[in-house]
């Protein structure tokens, strides 16, 4: 078959993937056009929407620097990880929990039963993160490789996989915050992890330097964490505030679920390279920072 015959076919195909193209355009603008009436409508998850943006857009800060300074240092590195860890940790008890057991009360609940609603969804929301921990794919920066099925990815999607597994909770946590009765608290909650995604966006695009990704690929990779912040916060407000009763099992769930990323993933990564005291006091001055950020806001 010569140049003149594969022409014909070269181009119907170039045809078919530039009405595919359109096609998808199209259905992309379609839904974005729903998507903004939707939040036309609800004005809380159209705050959540905007918080989450703001999250992300703090990730995508945070990564800048790879782009035109060296690798950081593994103390360095694991600093940060402690501030992130302490920032969250101070949000799941004050921008979380304490105002959960309050929705519970609000709602009829006695004192032992709003602290049993409040343990039993921060249960399931670690329980939940496991799961999905177990069931996903994914590549930790030290441990290296879990879940199912990993052999079959590339490497790169591992790495996604583990960033998003580590930014659900966050969004979830905004979404919830800002569904519920006290938007200065959802504000101080917003905040608080924004200022710890610079760091956190920092780190994993540096990890990801270190790891062997070029350097545009890394700080994409960071930027791509954010974007799971502002879907989630959305999914946590659209949940909450179609139901007040869902509130206090809401910010319960989320605290769970931030608590089981300290836990598992912060905590482990920023003291296994021999930096604790490093890690600790970064963890101290995080929860510090978000508690009197959540005193004065809220």
């Keep these: ?17 530039a ?6 355009l199209a259905g992309v603008v379609a839904l974005a056009s729903q998507f903004a009436a939707y939040l036309a409508t609800q004005p809380r998850v159209s705050l959540a929407w905007q918080a989450g943006l703001m999250a992300a857009f703090a990730t995508a800060l945070g990564t800048l620097p790879v ?5 950081l240092s593994e103390r360095t590195q694991d600093t940060l990880f402690g501030f992130g860890a302490g920032v969250m940790l101070a949000a799941c ?19 032992w039963e709003a602290a049993g609603i409040i343990g039993a969804s921060i249960l399931l929301g670690g329980a939940v993160l496991l799961l999905m921990e177990r069931l996903l794919p994914h590549e930790h920066f030290i441990k290296g490789v879990e879940g199912q099925s990993s052999r079959t990815l590339r490497r790169t999607w591992l790495f996604v996989f583990a960033i998003a597994l580590h930014n659900v909770p966050e969004g979830l ?5 800002f ?7 959802a504000s101080a909650l917003a905040a608080g992890i924004a200022i710890q995604d610079v760091p956190e966006g920092l780190v994993v695009a540096a990890a990801l330097l270190a790891a062997g990704y070029r350097r545009w690929l890394a700080v994409g990779l960071g ?13 946590g407000a659209a949940v909450v505030s179609h139901s007040a009763g869902l509130l206090p099992w809401g910010l319960g769930f989320a605290a769970g679920a931030m608590l089981f990323v300290i836990s598992h993933e912060i905590i482990p990564e920023s003291h296994r390279k021999g930096h604790e005291a490093w890690a600790t006091g970064g963890l101290m001055l995080g929860f510090v920072l978000m508690m009197m950020l959540d005193s004065s806001l809220g």
């Design 1 to 17: 078959m010569n140049g003149e015959d594969t022409w014909p076919v070269m181009t119907a195909g170039r045809w078919r993937k």
């Design 19 to 24: 009405v595919g193209a359109l096609i998808l």
């Design 67 to 71: 782009l035109f300074s060296q690798r």
């Design 93 to 111: 008890s004050f921008s979380l929990i304490i105002p959960g057991l309050a929705a519970a009360r609000n709602a009829g609940a006695g004192t």
């Design 173 to 177: 946590a905004i979404g919830v915050a």
């Design 179 to 185: 569904g519920g009765d006290d938007p200065l608290r």
């Design 223 to 235: 930027v791509a964490s954010g974007l799971v912040e502002p879907v989630g916060a959305v999914l």
